[in-house]
Nanobody, 118 residues
Framework: QVQLVESGGGLVQAGGSLRLSCAASGRTFSNYAMAWFRQTPGKERDLVAAIAWSGGNPYYADSVKGRFTISRDNPKNTVYLQMNSLRPEDTAVYIC???????????WGQGTQVTVSS
């Protein structure tokens, strides 16, 4: 079992920045690939960014490429999402997830709200 707790969300003006953190506990963090998803009411959860256990091969959704950066600190059991040049359409609940390759994402945090005002 892996427990995930997100933090760092909030209200920011368009063009601003936020850094989200996801603290993991329960298992060997470095064994897991990590990701950030986001969800808005009435819509499916979308993958925003993902990172391998080594920190390599980051993936980004087209909508956030060049603006968001995913990173991880294995000794601190934490994954980050640096979000720059935020837009109102980035408003969502951001949710951290973990999987042990080659499996799917089965561990989820509760999410943190990000609201971008225009």
């Amino acid at each position: 079992q892996v427990q995930l707790v997100e933090s760092g969300g909030g209200l920011v003006q368009a063009g601003g920045s936020l850094r989200l953190s996801c603290a993991a506990s329960g298992r060997t963090f470095s064994n897991y690939a990590m990701a950030w998803f986001r969800q808005t009411p009435g819509k499916e959860r979308d993958l925003v960014a993902a990172i391998a256990w080594s920190g390599g091969n980051p993936y980004y959704a087209d909508s956030v490429k060049g603006r968001f950066t995913i990173s991880r600190d294995n000794p601190k059991n934490t994954v980050y999402l640096q979000m720059n040049s935020l837009r109102p359409e980035d408003t969502a609940v951001y949710i951290c997830a973990a999987r042990q390759p080659p499996g799917t994402y089965i561990y989820w945090g509760q999410g943190t709200q990000v609201t971008v005002s225009s």
